[in-house]
Each structure stands twice: as structure tokens, then as C-alpha cells.
């Protein structure tokens, strides 16, 4: 039975009040879609425990939250292929962030306000525990507007109907406002200021200035635009996925996303359509002016700190009150071709989650797989303790090296030979490029060769070089691309970062999830992450070889080295 406008709108505002009802599911199924299957007989490069979905293209992650004890993970779906289009909220479900089961998806287009596309967005828990949806709608004229989406149903922990507010969209972009209709998009979870006013912020641009655009609410219906955005930076381009939270300044807990106080900084990440890199700043919040200001020394731009110096893009982040873990998750697309996409009936894949915290120092953040991922480890293997000699190579055999968890230390015995830092090599990714693991340094390259053929006529290297700075000593870290396939027609672009550690007195450490196409690394205890899409033609489930290798001409002390066979997820 059809709901009048009036009447829903009513019922919108007792959900958002203190009343709760049920709702009458404002859309109908999405027709058509039948999705063409995998021409390919064999699948090597989809992963055991990373996230996708059984076909079809996927890319952002929407709305990540946990409600009434169950995780709902959100993304952007194609169910009618494995390009981008057509585009739909999927959802699936997990007690525990790793094994998902999915679910009929959760907003379709069926309003005029999202017709042509049902875009990103972000949970908000409302008052009294209740979910809220603020999502990018595409209107019949490809304007970009903010929509609102609530459950049908509180008291299913599973979420799976939402409705639609009557009054979509609640922001859109005018000419008096000056938006542009086609850079408006991805609202923000929200945050409630101390004047009891809901505050969200939607990425945008003006000419080539990046912006966050502020709007402030006091039901979550009725959104006013602020008079001047959040932040914004210059030379930056269009903002996709803001991302605006807060982080304790000591501890690795998280916080709620309204939190404020003395102890507490804000981190802002934006995704940057131009160079599809994402970038953050720590900085500082003001309540009055509704004004965010990065700390002195944070770079405001595309050579800042990143969460992941790879294959990563469009992330999000929630509070995990469960546990009470800020938790990011990121979308990790393809190093393929569009013609070997369609074929194998699929793209993109979720990051494993990370917990992510302030570090000590409070300049960079840090991020570590979440702990359940461990329980999926079988067959651990250790290595003792020992010296990796100029050019020495070291299997680590007993575990599925296509499917696996490693983690080492390393400790450097002297630097008197570490080769100097010209000033001019400020890039890290073209750094690695130059210096990949076939150029022998002196300290370095060292790490693992994973994904690796017996002969080593493919492998991705994971790698550590030191050199002598000014007053220091500096740690790159580089994921080689370079001979992860025989297949030329792959990206193999070789990814770099600096590790803000300290050899001297401290160890160096490496962990890398190795699963098939994809190698997640963390280095210096998750201080820099880089993540490596690969697609290997000869090292294939069984075929796969895991090494520790140095390369340099100076010994290098692995001091420990742990790796273990990963299970397969539960996800389809």
C-alpha cells in the first residue's frame, strides 16, 4: 500500500526524533539484474580473505558501521557488470569483519533525486542507537544532490530494507551557492556540535581548489550551508570521500565521532580525483568558528602523508563501539585491463580493515590489520634468528605462499657504508622506481620476494634501503611491481615511502598479506603502508615462492621471522 508524502514525512521525523516506527519501503526491486558470467575457466587472481563479491565491478566503500553487535559493510556495485555503472548500494553483514555474509542490496535509484545513480555516502548513528544514511543521489540532469536513507526496521540487526525521506535531496547544489553540479559529492558521517547542530561535510571544488563544504542541521532533514567550508587547499582539485574524525592523542583507542576536548586532534582525508591518491593532515578543530586547521608541518597536498602509498582509494573509516576501535577500510582496484576485467567477470576488492591510531609523536597515524584477521592462520613458520649476507636469497617453506601472513625484523649491524641521500630525491615512488630490487645498494635492498616463481623469473619485492641523511639516517620503503608478470599488459607501477623510524635503535619491522593479486604491507610497526595489486602468471596458488632476501652488499641481521598459511574466508 502506498504511503502519502505527508505521511512518511511524518514518519521520518519520529524516527529522527525520539519515536520509533516502521516504515514502508520507498523503492521497488531494481529491475534487470542479470549480470553476464566469467568467460575465464579459472579465477587464480581472486582472493581467499579479502572482501569482493562473488562477480561484477565494485569500488567504494559506503557507510561502514556496526549496529545492535553486527558489522554492515556497504559499497558502490554494478550488478549488471564488471565496468563501473549502474550503480547500487550492495551490503553485506559479519560478527567479525571477516567472514560476510551478503544481503539484497540496500539502495537502489528510485527516486528522482538519485535516478541515474545511487552515489557514496556514510552512516551516522543517530540518538537512541539509530542509523542514518546521507548518500550521493544523480538526478535526471546528472546533478549530484545529498539524500537521506533510515532502516525499515530497527529491531532487524541486519538491516536489510531502508527507506527513502520524502523530502530528497537535502542539500543540492544552486547557483547561488556557487556548486558545481557535477563536483558535489560524498557526504561525511556526521557530528554533533556542542550546540546540538549535526555538522557534515561534502567534497567539492572551485576551479582547482579543493573544498570541504560545510552544512549544519538540527533534525538531519533541514541542512544549511555554512558560510565558508571546513577547510580547503589550493593546487588540490576536486575532494572525493572526505573523511573528518577525531583521534585520542595518547593511546591506540578510538573515539566517537563527535568527541571534543583537550585530548582530542582531528584528522582530515580527502581523495583526490586528479591523481586518484588520497592524502590526510592532522590539525585542529575550532568549535566557534567551524574552521579546521592543519598542525604546523603537515603538507596540505598530494605529497603528504597518506594512509597507503599503493593501490588504495576512496577509504572510510568508523567508530567501532563494540570495541571501541577506529577502523578504516579502503577500496583496492585493479592493475589489469578493462577487456581482462570483463573477462574474468569481476573488479576491485576491499583492504583488510586496520585499526588506526595517533602515533606517539603525534604527526602521522598508524595502522595495523584488524587482530581477527589472525584467526585465520594455520602452520606458522619461524625462521631463527640470522644474517642475510650480500645477496643471499631464503625460502620460507611450509606455508601457502599464495595465501599467507609474514612478518620479520631486521637490524643493521653498521652504516658506515650507507650510501648518501642526495637533497633532490624528495619522491619516494620515483626513488623506488630508480632503485628497485635489482639495483644493489649497500644497506638494502632487503625484505621479502613474494608471490614469487621458483626461478624468480616473477616476483613482487617488499624492501627496505637506508641511507645517510643530513644529521640522520633515512628509511625508504618500496613495493617493486616491476616483475610481478610475465603479462606486459599490466600496470607494474612501482609504489615508495619514507618510514619515520629510526635504525639505529630500532628495529625494522615488515609484515605483508599476501593473497593471490593483492600484497598489503606495513612497515616500521604499520608507520607506512603500500599495497600492490599483482597478477602473476607463473608463481599461481601452488606455483607461488615466498623469500627473504638482501641484496645489498653490507649483511643484514633478520633478527626474527614468523609466516603463516591463511584460511579462506567465509564471504559469498
Not at 551478503?102 to 537502489?108: R, S, T, V
Not at 557526504?187 to 561535510?201: E, F, H, N, Q, S
Not at 598530494?302 to 593501490?311: E, F, I, M, N, T
Not at 613482487?460 to 617493486?480: E, N, P, Q, W
Request: aromatic letters at 12%; proline letters at 5%.
Amino acid at each position: 500500500m502506498a504511503i502519502s508524502s505527508l505521511c512518511l514525512f511524518l514518519l521520518f521525523s519520529l524516527f529522527l526524533g525520539q519515536g520509533v516506527v516502521e516504515l514502508e519501503a520507498s523503492h521497488h526491486v531494481y529491475q534487470n539484474l542479470q549480470t553476464s558470467e566469467s568467460t575465464s575457466e579459472s579465477q587464480p587472481y581472486r582472493t581467499g580473505y579479502h572482501f569482493q563479491p562473488p562477480k561484477n565491478w565494485m569500488n567504494d566503500p559506503n557507510g561502514p558501521m556496526i549496529y545492535k553487535g553486527i558489522y554492515h559493510l556497504f559499497y558502490q556495485y554494478n550488478p549488471k557488470g564488471a565496468v563501473w555503472g549502474n550503480i547500487v548500494w550492495a551490503h553485506s553483514t559479519s560478527t567479525d569483519l571477516i567472514n560476510w555474509t551478503p544481503h539484497d542490496a540496500a539502495i537502489y535509484p528510485s527516486q528522482k533525486s538519485d535516478i541515474n545513480g545511487c552515489w557514496s555516502g556514510s552512516a551516522t548513528i543517530l540518538p537512541g542507537g539509530k542509523p542514518a544514511m546521507l548518500y550521493t543521489g544523480i538526478d535526471p540532469n546528472n546533478t549530484q544532490v545529498q539524500n537521506l536513507a533510515v532502516p525499515k526496521n530497527l529491531s532487524d540487526p541486519h538491516l536489510i530494507e531502508w527507506v527513502k525521506s520524502p523530502t530528497n535531496p537535502l542539500m543540492a547544489p544552486t547557483a547561488m551557492n556557487q556548486i558545481n553540479v557535477s563536483s558535489f559529492r560524498d557526504p561525511t558521517t556526521a557530528w554533533l556540535g556542542p550546540d546540538k547542530k549535526w555538522r557534515v561535510i561534502i567534497g567539492s571544488k572551485i576551479n582547482h581548489k579543493g573544498l570541504a563544504i560545510l552544512y549544519t542541521s538540527k533534525n538531519f532533514v533541514k541542512w544549511t550551508q555554512a558560510k565558508h567550508p571546513l577547510h580547503s587547499a589550493e593546487g588540490t582539485g576536486m575532494w572525493e570521500c572526505p573523511d573528518f574524525f577525531p583521534v585520542a592523542t595518547r593511546g591506540v583507542y578510538g573515539v566517537e565521532t563527535s568527541k571534543l576536548g583537550s585530548s582530542i586532534k582531528h584528522v582530515l582525508k580527502v581523495s583526490l580525483d586528479d591523481t586518484k591518491h588520497e592524502y590526510y593532515t592532522i590539525g585542529t578543530y575550532n568549535i566557534f568558528t567551524d574552521k579546521y586547521v592543519p598542525d604546523k608541518g603537515q603538507v596540505d597536498s598530494d605529497s603528504g602523508l597518506r594512509y597507503d602509498y599503493g593501490k588504495f582509494y576512496a577509504s572510510k573509516t568508523f567508530f567501532d563501539i563494540l570495541t571501541q576501535r577506529r577502523i578504516l577500510w579502503g577500496w583496492i582496484n585493479e592493475s589489469s585491463s578493462v577487456e581482462h576485467d570483463i573477462k574474468k567477470g569481476w573488479s576491485g576488492v576491499q583492504a583488510i580493515p586496520r585499526n588506526i591510531w595517533l602515533d606517539k609523536s603525534g604527526k602521522q597515524l598508524i595502522q595495523w590489520p584488524i587482530v581477527e584477521i589472525e584467526k585465520l592462520r594455520v602452520n606458522q613458520v619461524k625462521l631463527p634468528s640470522k644474517f642475510l649476507k650480500a645477496g643471499s636469497v631464503v625460502e620460507v617453506k611450509g606455508v601457502t605462499a599464495s595465501q599467507a601472513d609474514i612478518e620479520a625484523s631486521f637490524k643493521i649491524p653498521g652504516f658506515e657504508k650507507a650510501e648518501v641521500l642526495d637533497p633532490s630525491w624528495t619522491n619516494p615512488q620515483l626513488l623506488c622506481s630508480q632503485k628497485g630490487a635489482s639495483v644493489k645498494g649497500a644497506l638494502g635492498p632487503f625484505g621479502f620476494l613474494v608471490l614469487s616463481s621458483k626461478s624468480l623469473e616473477e616476483y613482487t619485492a617488499v624492501f627496505f634501503r637506508i641511507f645517510k641523511g643530513h644529521g640522520k639516517y633515512v628509511v625508504l620503503m618500496c613495493s617493486d611491481q616491476s616483475r610481478s608478470s610475465l603479462d606486459a599488459d599490466n600496470d607494474k607501477t612501482t609504489y615508495g615511502a619514507f618510514v619515520d623510524v629510526d635504525p639505529v635503535h630500532e628495529s625494522l619491522s615488515l609484515r605483508s598479506l599476501i593473497d593471490h593479486s593483492i600484497v598489503e604491507s606495513f612497515g616500521g610497526g604499520g608507520k607506512a603502508c603500500i599495497t600492490a595489486r599483482v597478477y602473476p602468471t607463473l608463481a599461481i596458488d601452488h606455483e607461488a615462492h615466498l623469500y627473504a632476501f638482501n641484496y645489498g652488499t653490507e649483511k643484514i641481521n633478520l633478527t626474527n621471522l614468523s609466516a603463516w598459511s591463511l584460511k579462506k574466508a567465509q564471504i559469498s
